[in-house]
């Protein structure tokens, strides 16, 4: 990832890199912006100032030591509730449209870029083609979008990869050997990389599930966690399938059975150390590809750079002209499907909705190494043709959609109406009133077994749970008052409380009528409770 200068210089520029994530990330917070776009445009800016250090990005760090955890955890993230509902309009995105991108490229790019045929076309087209997991998943959060278009943007960005990465296998088969494979071919490989990923990620999170349920110790688990995703990443690629479909396959499996495995105090550190791995290689990422900005123009000499500005600008447009001439049709297309064959309740979503959809197809790093990671030499010899123009116009695209894009969306969905969407409040509360009442018939089985020592206990408990239901229904309840309490007997009951509110809400998760996100929230806040009676 850096240039050669002995360790102690490659320790000197990762701490200066960390130093630059927490300045700029905490500048983003202080500007209420998504920190992604302040880090590329820091970046982009630290690249013009004399004596900061040259430092490349080298593709394989980026495929074989970064995304594997960032994907992890956008999985680990990601409702499995809303990914399965969505799974129509997330394959429309995922497989449709990449597939679009990539032949309307390839057949604009002759007419645009001097030099280019249309089998180079087809490189750039799937070099770009994806969106990026970590960009889209950083700023959709933050900006206020409608949580199915969040669902739906997660989802399509965790498993357009797979697509992206057979298509510029292809492509630069067809440039470096002049071969030129079928369509059986391409959808032979598509099909054995996507299922073979999927079954490898998924037989990875059963065996690792197992293991979790034997062990009950924080650091040995999360260092398992640490462990998972580089084990389903580079052994679904050792035999040749998608390491991402594999990652993102195991992620979404352990997530949904964490609620058996996990303990109260593990879940905590754990979150604690994931949130923090996350944010580090989330800033480095984006700081990394402003700062290529360097290698980027270094290798290009035949074109001035007026003329490198244009075909950017004219580049992005077209990028982002082929995703919205392709949301109206394919939304249609999948609400068809999910109703008529799915028979899923689900309205046809307004043109503003599909709009916002359309603008949020953001690049990050995953297209960057992508184009950094083409050959450098044909099968002859001779040089990759337009290898640096590519590697420009893929520069190009990334700072158009995060920084134009990702800054005009927060007051583009304040005009079209559509900031401040409900997510998930009236599963959360239903939820909540569940298990309260889920807690005061279990309190009232262990007083039915009880003798009459201990009334305080049970009346002071009865009274706590009773507030919190009336503060939820907002009615009236004569009974509340503070009662002390014998500290042994209160602390048991109360464990056993905690225990059957954790069991009634994965059974709602389990029932489909809470989603993943509400049970996570609701866990961390039950884990709190357990944490601070062990203190006590």
Sequence with gaps: MMQ????????????????????FAALARKLKTPYPIVLVIAGLLLSFLPGIPKISLNPDVVFLVVLPPLLYSAAWLTSWREFKFNLVSICMLAFGLVGFTVLGVAGAARWVFPGFDWRLGFVLGAVIATTDAIAATSIARRVGLPQRIVDILEGESLVNDATGLVALEFGVAMVVSAQTPTVGDGVLRLTYLTFAGLAFGLIVGFIVERIHKHIDDGPIEITLTLLVPYVAYLGAEAIHSSGVLAVVACGLYLSHKSSQFFSANVRIQAWAVWDSLTFILNGLVFVLIGLQLHFVLAGIHEHSFPQLLKYGALFSALVIVLRMIWMLPSAYIANLIRRRVLHQTVP???????FVVGW?????????????SLPETLADGSPFPQRNLILFLTFSVILVTLVLQGL??????????????????????????????AALARLAEERMKESDDFPAIYDDLERRYRHRLANLTGEDDAEIGANPAKYARYFAITRELLRAERRTAVQLRNENRINDEVLRKLEHELDLSDARLSLM
Excluded at 348 to 354: A, C, E, G, L, N
């Design 348 to 354: 046809m979503p307004s043109v503003r909705q599909i």
């Design 360 to 372: 949020t197809g953001m690049r990050g790093v995953v297209a960057l190494a992508a184009a950094i």
């Design 4 to 23: 050669s200068g002995g360790i102690h210089a490659i320790e000197l520029i990762l701490l200066l890199l960390l130093v630059f994530v927490v300045a």
């Design 408 to 437: 005009t969306l927060p007051p583009l969905i304040r005009a079209l109406g559509l900031a401040g969407a409900v997510g998930h409040h009236s599963e959360e509360e239903g939820a909540r009133k569940a298990m309260i009442e």
